[in-house]
Structures are given as C-alpha cells and as structure tokens.
C-alpha cells in the first residue's frame, strides 16, 4: 500500500506541486491585507546592503526583466534561432503571462510601496510583472537549454546562470522599493504553476509535429 501511494506521489509530483503553488498563491492573495509586517521585514534585510554600487546593480539586472528587454530578446531569437518553432513559443509564451499579470494586476489593484522608491514605476502592485515575465521567459529558456544542449558544462552554468538571473531580478523590485516582497513572491509562485501547464503543452504539441 506505501509502494502504492508512493509511486503515485511521485508519478504525479508535477501536478502535486502546480496544486502546492496555487494554494500558496490563493493564500498571499487572501492575506495580502495582513502581511505588511512580514514585507516590512524582508524589505529591511535587503535594504541593509543598500549602497550606490547595490544599487546601480540591481537597476542594470531589473532592467532585464522589463518588457522592453525580453520582447527585444524574443525578437532576436525569432532571427538567430534555427528552430523558429522554439522561437514561436517563447514569445506566445511572453504574451499570456503578460496577459494573465496585467488581469491579476487590475482585479486585485494593490497599490505600490511608497516612500522609499528608487526608481519610477506606475500601475499597480501585485502581482510583480518583473518576477512573473522573467520566471516565464528565462524559466522556459531554462527548459530548452536542459532538454536541448548536449555539453554538460554549458547546460549547468547557462540553467545556474538563468535562474540566478530571476532571483536577483525578483530582489531587485523589492530592494528599488517597487514592489512588496509578497508581490515578488507570489508572482515567482504563480509563474512556476503556469509554466509548468504551459511546458506540458509545448511538448505534447512539439511531439505531434
């Protein structure tokens, strides 16, 4: 009966853990009322590092999680990519993700932090359309760089290097004061769950083709 239980936990963890992050998503959004002590918090520890170098690092690496950046990307990839099937879905990709933050961006309508801003920023707050964009865009590059690239070396410096990039992205919103820590968060969240649904349906339809 465990072996039972077991080999099905582990046959269907894809799904267990899209469901983990949806109740955890539902969970912040319930509260987001609730939680300023704990954004406070975070947002105190990583403003502690703040200096003028701090800081015009995490403007450089915020700017790769803009739209204007990863559209520019996607279109550079549509020309250099052989596969512009792979091309294709990367930026189809870029769309519902950008859809599905501005629909959660105006159902919600949290107000951005304010008072400590270290850039400019308009619109609402959660969820962060930095962390979700990014986690989508590098996270499905992450995918295709560790089904297609053969070199082992390359694979795990470009995936460490890929997912290092959404962290930092996702910490820089906070530190550059424009967004709350459980918009990144939740975002990162959101994004994980939607990935993974979206990536099932890339390869089924990339195995029918």
């Known amino acids: 009966m465990r072996n039972k239980i077991f080999n099905t936990l582990k046959n269907n963890k894809r799904w267990i853990l899209l469901l983990i992050c949806i109740v955890i998503f539902i969970i912040i959004l319930a509260n987001i009322n609730k939680i300023g002590m704990f954004d406070t918090y975070i947002y105190k520890i990583i403003s502690s590092i703040k200096t003028n170098t701090v800081t015009n690092f995490f403007k450089i690496i915020t700017t790769l999680g803009s739209a204007k950046v990863l559209i520019g990307i996607t279109f550079i990839l549509l020309i250099i990519l052989k596969n512009k099937k792979v091309a294709m879905y990367i930026a189809i990709n870029l769309i519902v993700v950008g859809f599905i933050n501005q629909s ?3 159902i919600v309508q949290r107000p951005r932090p304010d008072g400590y801003r270290l850039i400019h920023e308009t619109g609402y707050s959660f969820p962060s359309g930095h962390s979700m964009a ?4 590098y996270g499905l590059i992450i995918y295709f760089v560790f089904k297609n690239v053969k070199n082992k070396p390359i ?12 962290i930092f992205i996702g910490i820089s919103r906070i530190y550059l004061g424009v967004h ?9 969240i959101l994004t994980i769950a939607y990935l993974m649904v979206y990536i099932t349906i890339v390869k089924k339809v990339m195995k029918n083709e």
């Open 180 to 188: 709350y820590a459980s918009d990144v968060i939740a975002g990162f």
């Open 134 to 137: 990014s986690m989508a865009f």
């Open 155 to 166: 694979k795990i410096c470009t995936c460490v290097a890929l997912s290092l990039l959404i």
């Open 104 to 106: 959660l961006k105006l």
